[in-house]
């Protein structure tokens, strides 16, 4: 597979970086750099790319509101010179970010992440899928499914959590949509705010349900699906 890259970036030194840094990955293929953002997101309109790096920070438009207007979005590497910068692109769906100066082993991990993801992406109907993306830390996390053990509803986020990692992740979608891309006989809700990997269930009691980690309630509405599993 190779990745058709656009980079955008009004500091001519770190457009140089990247230059050089994607000449060196021969899955990557440069089509065009820009200094200034207007040209860049002319280009994009007539020029189908599959991996966009772009600065935040420019001075005619920024580089969130640039992908958020582009019909057909690419996957997106951001890049920034501030560390601590907060920015809205958590709905955007980034595959990373990257803090100038660009390290160049976080700019391959970066796209080495881009290549795993489009690979996902091309196979997502498969369905021999081991694995899912989520969003993240304005990343694009993949979760092994069999490390998944339960996932909490927070409304429009949801919370996963994993086998023996003690931080969940946090991620913007609902328990219905993730629960889409799970296969049905593995995962199963079993309350409007909880949902299970059937695998990592240790026993049933008295409408709970115990995981190695916690035990969770099973809603008056999923009482059916949970008495299926002991039948």
């Not at 990247?18 to 200094?35: A, D, G, N, R, V």
């Not at 998944?148 to 931080?167: C, F, G, R, V």
Request: net charge neutral; proline share 4%; aromatic share 10%.
């Amino acid at each position: 597979m190779q990745l058709k890259c656009v980079a955008i970036d009004d500091e001519p030194l770190a457009l140089e970086i990247i230059k050089k840094y994607i000449s060196e990955f021969p899955f990557l293929q440069l089509l065009h750099t820009f200094e200034d953002a207007i040209s860049g997101a002319e280009f994009l309109k007539m020029n189908k790319a599959d991996l966009l790096f772009i600065d935040i920070n420019m001075p005619d438009i920024t580089g969130i509101d640039l992908v958020r207007a582009l019909a057909n979005k690419p996957m997106v590497i951001f890049t920034t010179a501030y560390k601590n910068y907060a920015f809205e692109g958590f709905e955007l769906q980034a595959i990373d970010y990257l803090l100038k100066p660009i390290d160049h082993k976080r700019f391959a991990a970066a796209v080495n992440k881009a290549v795993e993801y489009a690979d996902y992406k091309n196979q997502e109907k498969s369905s021999g899928d081991e694995c899912i993306y989520v969003h993240s830390e304005y990343r694009a996390i993949k979760i092994n499914l069999a490390d998944i053990e339960y996932i909490e509803s927070m409304q429009d986020y949801i919370k996963i959590y994993l086998a023996n990692t003690p931080k969940p992740i946090l991620t913007l979608m609902t328990l219905k949509s993730v629960l889409e891309k799970l296969p049905e006989k593995q995962f199963a809700r079993i309350h409007r705010s909880f949902a299970v990997a059937i695998n990592k269930v240790r026993s049933i009691h008295n409408r709970k349900v115990q995981l190695p980690s916690i035990e969770l309630p099973v809603g008056n509405s999923f009482v059916d699906v949970v008495k299926g599993w002991s039948a």
